[in-house]
């Protein structure tokens, strides 16, 4: 026998029908504001809980947003999911997280959980497996059950939805040329992400600068695994006269200040670096870490409001799936000076 308080148990001890109850719950214009304090009032000394079941079954929405994540532990995912979160409670969702750990069999798990009708719509940046194997198929289920999807960041074009980015190609296109402005002459990429579509994108952008700068060696290195980062960098540093490194991201670009620092190298006098993502941490590295701010605070907003947009106007056949690319701002600190 469940001894959760329901509407009629409100409705009992102050004399009106379940009907006022959950009208004055739900903000109504119906209710006057007396009525509508008197009912909050009594519900919070019963401590009521709302049955959300009962009520996306009565409506035929939840109110809630599935958000899948590759990872919660860098600046940029956890950037993203806040501007998503604050978002979504100034229009009243509610937000479910799941993470796939970068594997494609935890982003199927999430998948499956959401598509049980637990949620309105999706937000989702792939897991890196799932980019690296280009298995797609499990994301075709959100189009059968005609749930909306907004995919960020690690994006495939497989899938018909709405979808936000950055310019990743541009933005390690331009910060290669400004490395270069500055007198650089021997500029390495660095990534960890090489596999993704982002990563991919970023070392196309420094390889069309090279070529634009007429630069014939495109210094490319690539770290399957962070526990050999070390080895894999010194090993670089040592055959070739570096003088500047883009990372492909934030974690990266911290690792390569300490690996750069530690085998007697100066910087930026002796090698510039700058990453991706900013936030407390680059603004305190010694040196400070220049950056190129991703915009993240602005995609979480974004995305939110792009689903909102399609689960509340569904009945709109017409408007065509968008691909929002948001330009990046590099932040020069002393890592690039």
Do not use: W
């Not at 990429?189 to 090279?210: D, H, M, P, W």
């Amino acid at each position: 026998m469940s001894n959760q308080v329901t509407l009629k148990d409100i409705a009992k001890i102050l004399n009106v029908s379940a009907s006022t109850v959950s009208k004055a719950l739900n903000d109504s214009h119906e209710i006057s504001q007396q009525t509508k304090d008197n009912v909050i009032s009594v519900a919070k000394s019963l401590n009521y809980i709302p049955n959300d079941i009962a009520r996306s079954l009565k409506s035929n929405a939840t109110k809630r947003i599935g958000v899948i994540l590759p990872n919660i532990e860098s600046d940029f995912f956890a950037k993203v999911i806040r501007a998503i979160e604050d978002e979504a409670t100034k229009r009243n969702y509610k937000i479910l997280i799941i993470l796939s750990n970068d594997t494609i069999e935890k982003e199927i798990e999430g998948v499956s959980i959401l598509l049980n009708g637990s949620v309105d719509g999706v937000i989702i940046s792939l897991a890196q497996e799932t980019e690296d194997l280009q298995e797609f198929s499990h994301l075709q289920n959100f189009k059968q059950r005609k749930l909306p999807v907004v995919m960020f960041d690690r994006v495939c074009y497989e899938i018909g939805c709405d979808k936000i980015t950055i310019d990743d190609f541009e933005a390690t296109y331009e910060t290669t040329k400004y490395l270069h402005q500055q007198g650089c002459k021997n500029i390495a990429f660095l990534s960890t992400i090489y596999q993704t579509s982002v990563g991919k994108l970023r070392k196309e952008g420094y390889v069309k600068a090279n070529e634009d700068l007429k630069i014939e060696e495109n210094l490319v290195i690539e770290i399957p695994k962070y526990k050999k980062f070390n080895s894999i960098l010194k090993s670089h540093l040592k055959k070739h006269s570096i003088d500047a490194i883009i990372t492909s991201d934030q974690l990266s670009a911290i690792c390569t200040l300490k690996v750069i620092q530690e085998n007697g190298f100066r910087i930026p006098k002796d090698i510039s670096v700058v990453g991706f993502t900013d936030g407390l941490v680059p603004q305190y590295t010694i040196p400070s870490l220049s950056i190129i701010d991703q915009n993240e605070e602005k995609i979480g907003k974004l995305a939110l409001n792009t689903l909102i947009n399609r689960i509340e106007n569904t009945s709109d056949k017409s408007v065509d799936f968008s691909h929002e690319i948001l330009k990046t701002n590099l932040i020069k600190r002393q890592s690039s000076l």
